[in-house]
Each structure stands twice: as C-alpha cells, then as structure tokens.
C-alpha cells in the first residue's frame, strides 16, 4: 500500500499571495488609521459649526433666564421663531442708564425692534425686590416726574405724531407732552393693535397710597397682555402695586434669544 503524502507547501504559498494581493488592491484612505482620522476630523467639524451657530452668540452677556410665563408671546400657543415664548432662553446685557434703552415709541420713530416689536425688552425687579422672579417685559414709555408740578412729563412723545386718530393724545387736556396728569392713550400698539391708556392719576395717586415719593420709570407692557401695562396692576412680592421702573430695578435689556 502506497502511503499518502499531502503537499502542503503550495496552499500556504497561495494563500499568503492572495493575502498580499488584497492589501495591495485596497486603498491607502481605506486604511483602519485613516478612517478613524476621517471620523475625528468629521466630528470636530459638526462642533465647530454648531459652537459657531449657538454658542459663539450667547458669549459675552451679563447673564441668562428662563421664560416662564406666556406674557411676550405673539400667540396663544407661541412657537414663533424670533418672539419671546414661554420656555425660551434669553440673555441680557445691563444698562447704565435709560439712554441704554429704547422705548416703544422711540422704536416705532426710528424703525428699531427687537422680537418681533419696537423698542427694548428689559428685565427688571418689581419695585426693586431683588432676589424674586423678575419681570421680562418692553418699555412702551419713560415717565419723567416733575416735582414742581406734581405731574409727569412725556418728552419722547413730543416726536411722535399727535390725535386720536394719530399715535397718542392725551384725555381732557390740551395738547402737550409735559405736566401731565391725566390719561394718556397711545393708539394701536404692538402686534394686536391695542390702544394702551395710562392713567396717571393713579399712578399718582398709588404713589401716595403706598407711601412712595414719586419718582421717573419706564412704563412697561408685555406683547401678549393687550392694554394692560403693569405699572398699577402687577403687584410685588409683598403686596404692592408695581411703580414705574427705575433704572437700578433693571437687571438688563434682553439682547439674545435662544429660541426652544
């Protein structure tokens, strides 16, 4: 009986030369280093563009704050990209003084707004309680107390158009912007439309209520609150009505918004 030999030599050899010729054929780029290199590189690029998009504008601000009521919407159910809507993040920068800000109508006299309406979105603290919740809302007017007269002057609307048919008047009174005490209207403001009516005789008249001496503030107004300003309205933590705004309640105008 013939004993049976298997040759083994020239299998090995033929394996280790396909072995060979399939390195040769892949390409260099398909290399396991390279492509983990590709995939790096692909990474650090998404995170660059979405550092630049989202997180590039938020730096440099005196702060942030979460929105939490509907007050600023333009909506019912919000969700308009570039409005201030429940559940958004805002950022702000804080001011020196009320130059820093501008009202509604020093807005709609220029063409300058900001989400969606003229004028300035400041951040304040309702009578200057800090350590509250505070209040996210436009400046519609700066109210300049004149102590002499016991009154209130309105110099930025001496540049806006006067009448009942017009951008604002004044009940009861003559035509004028200064020593003001009764009631002012602005006509059709905001995005519905509202005429806003403020009553300075009980902004006055609170002040001596409260026990307050009577000082200059913004007049503030959230977009989605129709007609109905806070000065005398809103009250403050402990019970009292909100006065106008000074200028060292305001923790900052709103000059970012991060859109949920």
Not at 94 to 105: A, E, L, P, S
Request: proline letters at 3%; charged letters at 25%; aromatic letters at 12%.
């Amino acid at each position: 009986m013939m004993p049976i030999v298997v040759m083994y030599g020239d299998s090995l050899e033929g394996e280790e030369e396909q072995q060979k010729s399939t390195l040769k054929q892949r390409p260099k780029w398909k290399s396991p280093q390279r492509l983990i290199l590709l995939a790096v590189v692909i990474v650090v690029i998404i995170a660059l563009i979405l550092f630049a998009i989202f997180i590039l504008p938020m730096l440099g601000h005196d702060g942030s704050m979460l929105v939490e009521s509907d007050s600023m919407q333009h909506s019912d159910s919000g969700g308009q990209d570039g409005i201030i809507d429940h559940g958004d993040t805002i950022f702000y920068d804080k001011i020196d003084d009320k130059n820093d800000v501008k009202t509604y109508f020093e807005g709609k006299r220029q063409g300058y707004k900001k989400y969606g309406e003229y004028g300035d979105v400041i951040i304040y603290y309702k009578n200057g309680h800090k350590g509250t919740t505070p209040v996210i809302h436009r400046a519609i007017i700066w109210l300049e107390f004149n102590e002499t007269a016991n009154s209130f002057d309105v110099p930025e609307l001496q540049y806006n158009w006067y009448g009942k048919n017009s951008e604002w008047y004044v009940e009861d009174d003559e035509e004028r912007w200064f020593n003001l005490t009764g009631t002012i209207v602005l006509n059709n403001v905001g995005y519905d439309h509202e005429d806003v009516r403020i009553d300075l005789s009980r902004i006055l008249y609170l002040f001596d209520f409260q026990k307050v001496k009577p000082h200059s503030g913004f007049i503030t107004l959230g977009d989605h609150n129709g007609g109905n300003y806070d000065q005398g309205i809103l009250r403050d933590p402990f019970g009292a009505y909100v006065e106008p705004v000074k200028i060292e309640w305001i923790a900052g105008k709103v000059t970012y918004l991060a859109d949920k």
